[in-house]
């Protein structure tokens, strides 16, 4: 079973770890680096969503009528960070089609590591929506931050954390930041190295996902 503390969930499951294994070799080349980070999107997801709200309906079999449990309320919002968090979409619209997707462009500054914002759209009403905030990446927890930050300025209040990696640092400082919303990791790694790298981590996930230097 899921190791978790608070409101931190680390996946243990033998898909997952042996899915990133992949990811982390630096010989794995973009289709099969893209199609693993959607997979692994989707397996955490179905954990993550376990809490999304039911409400029954009345449907007709082809025997008779029933009331049977459907998802209930607003839609869901999944919002990638860009660029990296984009990979993961697919990975959860697979498992809720009718989510809508926002969109916040952040980058990490090569020398402070400091996230710049370079855009934001959410999809509305974002207050009445569970928001899954997706980055294969948890590094100094900069960036994470800064996008829950943004979505709680528009008004979100129900929001789930996805990265594949995490390093301590990040996990940390998004906890004390955030201490409200939950947050799903595939992988807890060892450290960051001086330039804010995850050790052992995967590299540059944006660049291994495009194909980009
Ligand atoms: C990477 C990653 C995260 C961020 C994590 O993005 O996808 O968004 O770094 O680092 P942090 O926890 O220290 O903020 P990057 O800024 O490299 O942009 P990219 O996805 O466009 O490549
Ligand atoms: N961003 C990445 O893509 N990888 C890291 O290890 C840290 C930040």
Not at 149 to 157: N, V
């Amino acid at each position: 079973m899921d190791f978790s503390m608070d409101n931190v969930t680390i996946f243990n499951h033998p898909l997952i770890q042996h899915k990133i294994s992949i990811l982390r070799d630096k010989r794995t080349g973009t289709n099969e680096f893209r199609a693993l980070i959607e997979e692994i999107a989707m397996l955490m997801g179905f954990e993550a969503l376990r809490d999304l709200p039911l409400q029954e309906v009345e449907v007709e079999t082809p025997i008779e009528t029933c009331m049977t449990p459907m998802i209930a309320g607003k839609k869901m919002a999944v919002v990638p960070i860009l660029r990296a968090g984009l990979g993961m979409v697919n990975g959860i619209l697979a498992l809720v089609p009718s989510a809508k997707v926002g969109h916040i462009g952040l980058y990490r500054d090569e020398v402070t590591h400091e996230p710049h914002e370079y855009y934001c759209k959410l999809p509305s009403p974002i207050e009445q929506r569970t928001i899954v905030v997706t980055d294969p990446m948890l590094a100094t927890g900069g960036s994470a931050v800064a996008a829950v930050d943004f979505i709680k300025q528009h008004g979100g209040r129900n929001i789930k954390f996805m990265a594949i990696i995490a390093a301590p640092e990040g996990l940390k400082r998004l906890q004390e930041a955030h201490p409200d919303i939950q947050i799903y990791i595939g992988h807890l790694d060892r450290e960051l190295n001086e330039n804010a790298y995850i050790c052992p981590g995967l590299g540059d996930a944006g660049d291994r996902i495009f194909g980009t230097k």
